[in-house]
RNA sequence: GCCGGGGUAGGGUAGCGGUUAUCCUGUAGCCCUGUGGAGGCUACGAUUCGAGUUCGAUUCUCGAUCCCGGCCCCA
């Protein structure tokens, strides 16, 4: 009986496993430029940590259980909340900004669909202690350079939660936290529903309903018309300002909430062609959530990157390993354990273990793609010496093995190009 | 939790009440023990699971399960 792979699980086989790595080396690489630094969080957690952030009602969708010792655990959902514990716990006295950045897999007990899976892998990066608008735009130019990077056309949206709320603050406040809920959802009825059900001013809902509406250019001006010269305004335009200057497309919408009640002002999402239903690879924005978890007062932004949609969109390729392959004779077997010593330093190189004919060695050779083989017979073996065919040319020659590791360091691209990605 | 569409060797498929379950590809080996990519031959390998209808089910019915897509949700 086969046993099969839990649902909604993937297995990566060795070219998936390639192609994801390639592209994670490339997103690492540009966060460090970016001056973060990677941290890694614990694959479970106390139950508690989540439902402190997002509510009891977040039981349904984790994979949580009991352990030995009765504690209430769970996979993580996510990593922001992770990351804020651990900064709670053991880094409040480091120097600010911290910037921070994880790439591990997540858990969510949900429904597989297009893009969305069980275990799924999330890219984030989160910069605590400032709340500066160029701490915010740093963070949203630093995700869009990514998928430039990865060669992805996203479209970014960015928003103010400060100039909704200041239209919403003289209601109660979880009147207001319903409020962006529907708003997030993009869920007009239910808006409007609820705000009849309050009995909201009406210049209040007017103007709230053209101001989710608001997208585009001339979305400042028009928002100023609705709700004054405010200082939320002016921040606002102070990070679109930088956002200018990082040379970043973006597109004004107020009709960004994130239905979260952490986030304090930045927010933002980019979306991605090619999706379905699932089509938001990135989201973020600026929150508090230290002092939930029992710090100071500190104000963080981060984003994080959906890497399983990205994988699904980006279409740039590994770099080939282009094999080396050495092929021996059952007489000169060791001598062909010897070389490949030498030679896998430099370059990846495999030896014949199914004690195959020599011909079948090279089918072998041929097969799995490598541009060069190794020929050590009793010939070689005797003139101290390794035959080096090229297999795309039939050509071969005699030569030691210091010179087939100069040759093929020069030759064979492979070789720096690995060198690069590190 | 809900709604649609699907499950036949490792991958891709044909059969749609009775077949030795088809073909392609793959892998291993041989033809061919110092020269690969072609060809020939051989081997390996499948009806998702469980009930029901039937003399007989891969085929029809029901249920489960998994996959794909959508809803809900999205921390």
Not at 177 to 187: A, C, G, P
Not at 247 to 255: A, L, N, Q, R, S
Request: one cysteine or more; a negative charge; glycine letters at 8%.
């Amino acid at each position: 009986m086969k046993i099969s792979k839990p649902r909604g699980t993937r297995d990566f086989l060795p070219e998936d496993t390639k192609q994801r790595r390639h592209v994670e080396n490339i997103l690492r690489q540009i966060v460090r430029n970016w001056g973060f630094n990677e941290i890694i969080t614990p694959t479970f957690e106390s139950l508690e940590l989540f439902t402190l952030k997002s509510g009891e009602g977040i039981i349904g969708e984790l994979y949580n259980f009991t352990d030995k010792g009765d504690r209430e655990m769970t996979l993580r959902p996510e990593l922001t909340a992770p990351v804020m514990r651990m900064y709670v716990n053991e880094m409040q006295a480091y120097q600010q900004p911290l910037k921070l950045f994880y790439f591990e897999n997540c858990f969510r007990y949900e429904r597989p669909q297009k893009g969305r899976f069980r275990e799924f892998w999330q890219f984030g990066v989160e910069l605590i202690g400032s709340n500066k608008a160029d701490a915010d735009a740093e963070v949203i130019a630093l995700a869009t350079y990514m998928l430039k990077a990865v060669g992805i056309k996203g479209d970014l949206h960015v928003n103010n939660l400060g100039v909704i709320r200041h239209l919403l603050n003289i209601l109660e406040t979880e009147h207001q936290s319903k409020i962006m809920r529907l708003v997030d959802k993009k869920d007009d009825i239910g808006l409007n529903d609820f705000l009849e059900e309050i009995d909201a001013p009406a210049d209040l809902r007017m103007k709230l309903l053209e101001l989710i509406c608001l997208t585009g250019d001339e979305a400042i001006s028009n928002a100023k018309e609705l709700v004054g010269e405010i200082p939320e305004i002016q921040r606002f335009q102070e990070l679109l300002t930088l956002l200018d200057t990082y040379g970043v497309e973006y597109t004004i919408d107020f009709g960004i909430a994130r239905g979260l009640d952490y986030y304090t002002g930045t927010v933002f999402e980019i979306y991605a062609e090619g999706l379905g239903a699932q089509n938001q690879v990135c989201g973020g924005g600026s929150y508090q959530l230290i002092k939930l978890f029992g710090g100071g007062d500190v104000p963080s932004t981060g984003f994080g990157l959906g890497f399983d949609r990205i994988m699904e969109v980006c279409e740039i390729e590994a770099p080939d390993d282009k094999p080396i392959v050495i092929i021996a004779k059952d007489s000169t077997r060791l001598e062909a354990v010897k070389t490949s010593i030498k030679l896998r330093p430099h370059m990846p190189v495999y030896n014949d273990l199914m004690k195959r004919n020599f011909k079948a060695q090279l089918t072998y050779a041929n097969n799995i793609g490598a541009n060069h083989v190794i020929i050590i017979g009793e010939q070689e073996v005797e003139a101290g010496k390794v035959t080096l065919k090229n297999m795309n040319s039939g050509e071969q020659e005699l030569l030691t093995i210091e010179e087939v590791i100069l040759k093929l360091g020069k030759n064979n691209d492979t070789i720096p190009e690995k060198n690069k990605k590190r």
